[in-house]
């Protein structure tokens, strides 16, 4: 059996490459009950409780089913805050590597307070059924609203707020024999202190993938935990496969049909994809005979919108329409219970006192956006590049390509239509074929609605003069035209362009991390720092058997916690907690 799985997953992988029907694909599957190289998440949090105006923080860990190994299939996630009316509120797209993903959902003072629901899942996972997901309870509180008539009055029989007094830094919920263990230099700190914690192993079998938050211990809170070791439990029955859903496995699968074309014409036609703007993306998929087809993005993009052309000349304007995400069912989610009492409202007052005062800021001390490298232009290297500021300028379009632009001139076809053509590579054997011409990365089919740009606004072109196949459709040549605010397409509109919103991934953050040494000290020494989250370390990878993560505590004092989450490189998960006071 596991021999067949083995071959299925590779049966599935090449016809997932190669574009191929996805009817063909499921015709492999058929039979089969479930798929192989099966996938579950586990997402750890850096809190279940979460005020209006505070960041809920999270990791996913992507993994191979009933291993604890990361997962090398899906390279996308997708997570959800969910209310009890199963409506989703929030929803995020995250980047897989490795089998990891991180980010955050700043909760809005627009959320009403609630039990609510995180649920998180990959596109491979729901092979199993529209409810294979996992599932984390959260709760809203939003301070600013009088309704808080969803949490009942907690009564004296009640046990929500548990008391569990961790000092010296086990929890007696985990007696379990860890390869890891948590090492404080002190038990209690001053006011903006250093804090000096070691990750440390015995042996090499502690190394692995963890994430690591400090936080003040929360007495609204429940004690219940979901670690890294009972992940598994809150996951259904698998269901038999009823239709394939294709993993991720190269990024972003964005999935379409192309209709109102003769049968007989649907396949092999090739889709223009503009990601436009300075950092365009272009790609081109190709349909099957179901007029089908698939884009794979693993590249970064800045733009919210895409831009779909049919590249081959037909009768009809097609109609392109791509598909929205999968649907989940909720309806078997459980949502917990939480309680509140009149003993909680200084506590809760003062926490958004600290809030508003934090938000406010904010700037002195934001998240900071990764910036991704480049984007590859798709035609290659081996390009002429003009910039035009080092040239003489000419005041037309026409101009510029003349007394500037080698290999390249425009020519009337047998309509009267101006068009550009590119001369091909020695030894310049002519093919009539039309190079793909863009404008900031929209491709422009007609090569009229350029001439009318002024030569002015143009900050560079670059011409390839390589061939370029794509289906049945070969293109001679590339004219790609940069303006200087890489902003042409947001006027540009014609009978047979599809614009469609982008669900994006969310962009990868550096968190901010408070210090106050050396110089740092007289500079954040009038600003006031009610930080709940000391530390947050979404992706802590150990390599050594000893390192040292250093920190600094807040104004706010009491008791904090150390929650580190996560799986060996073996596949043993690892859920450790200690305590310490901040005076």
């Not at 009492?341 to 508003?356: A, G, L, W, Y």
Request: proline content about 4%.
């Amino acid at each position: 059996m596991k021999k067949n799985y083995i071959i299925l997953l590779i049966v599935i992988h090449c016809s997932f490459l190669q574009m191929n029907s996805q009817t063909t694909v499921s015709n492999v599957v058929n039979g089969h009950t479930e798929v192989p190289q099966q996938e579950q998440v586990y997402v750890h949090t850096n809190s279940r409780l979460v005020f209006v105006g505070e960041y809920l923080y999270y990791t996913i860990y992507c993994l191979k089913e009933n291993t604890g190994l990361l997962s090398d299939v899906s390279k996308i996630a997708y997570i959800k805050l969910v209310n009890e009316n199963k409506e989703v509120i929030l929803n995020q797209k995250i980047k897989l590597s490795n089998g990891r993903g991180d980010s955050n959902f700043f909760i809005p003072s627009s959320i009403p307070s609630g039990n609510y629901k995180l649920v998180a899942y990959t596109q491979w996972m729901l092979n199993n059924g529209r409810n294979y997901f996992y599932d984390l309870d959260v709760t809203v509180l939003n301070p600013y609203t009088n309704n808080q008539s969803v949490f009942r009055e907690k009564k004296n029989e009640d046990l929500v707020v548990a008391s569990s007094k961790e000092g010296n830094g086990s929890s007696q919920d985990y007696k379990r024999k860890m390869p890891l263990r948590l090492e404080l230099d002190k038990t209690s700190y001053t006011k903006r202190g250093a804090i000096s914690m070691k990750v440390a192993s015995s042996t090499l079998q502690g190394l692995g993938n963890y994430s690591i938050s400090v936080r003040k211990v929360d007495e609204l809170e429940s004690k219940e935990r979901n670690t890294s070791f009972d992940f598994q439990k809150g996951y259904p029955e698998k269901r038999k496969i009823e239709k394939l859903i294709l993993p991720e496995l190269r990024g972003e699968l964005i999935q379409g049909v192309l209709g109102n074309m003769a049968t007989s014409t649907v396949e092999n036609t090739p889709i223009g994809v503009s990601f436009p703007g300075e950092d365009y993306l272009f790609k081109i998929a190709v349909t099957d005979r179901d007029g089908r087809f698939y884009i794979n993005v693993d590249e970064d993009y800045d733009v919210e919108d895409m831009y779909l052309q049919v590249l081959s000349q037909t009768d009809t304007i097609p109609d392109v329409t791509v598909f929205s995400e999968e649907t989940l069912n909720f309806s078997d989610l459980d949502f917990s219970t939480f309680q509140l009492d009149r003993s909680m409202e200084s506590t809760i007052k003062e926490r958004s006192v600290h809030n508003q005062i934090e938000n406010a800021y904010y700037s002195t001390k934001p998240d900071t956006v990764l910036i991704g490298k480049p984007n590859d232009r798709f035609y290659g290297p081996g390009t002429t590049k003009y910039v035009l500021d080092d040239y003489t300028r000419f005041p037309t379009i026409k101009e510029t390509f003349v007394e500037v632009v080698e290999h390249v001139w425009l020519q009337k076809n047998r309509d009267g239509k101006t068009e550009f053509h590119v001369r091909p590579i020695a030894p310049y054997v002519e093919s009539g074929k039309l190079p793909l011409v863009f404008v900031d990365g929209i491709l422009i089919l007609d090569h009229e609605r350029v001439l009318g740009l002024s030569a002015n606004q143009i900050k560079s072109i670059n011409i390839s003069r390589d061939q370029h196949f794509y289906g049945t459709t070969t293109f001679q040549g590339v004219v790609d035209i940069t303006t200087f605010n890489a902003d042409f397409y947001k006027n540009y509109y014609t009978e047979d362009l599809e614009v469609q919103k982008l669900f994006k991934p969310n962009e990868d953050k550096n968190y901010y991390r408070q210090s106050y040494e050396g110089p740092l000290k007289e500079k954040y020494e009038r600003l006031p720092d009610f930080r709940y989250q000391l530390l947050w370390y979404p992706n802590y990878e150990l390599t050594n058997r000893e390192q040292e993560i250093k920190f600094y505590s807040s104004d706010i004092t009491g008791e904090f916690e150390i929650s580190l989450e996560g799986f060996t490189q073996q596949g043993v998960p690892v859920s450790l907690h200690k305590r310490f006071v901040v005076n």
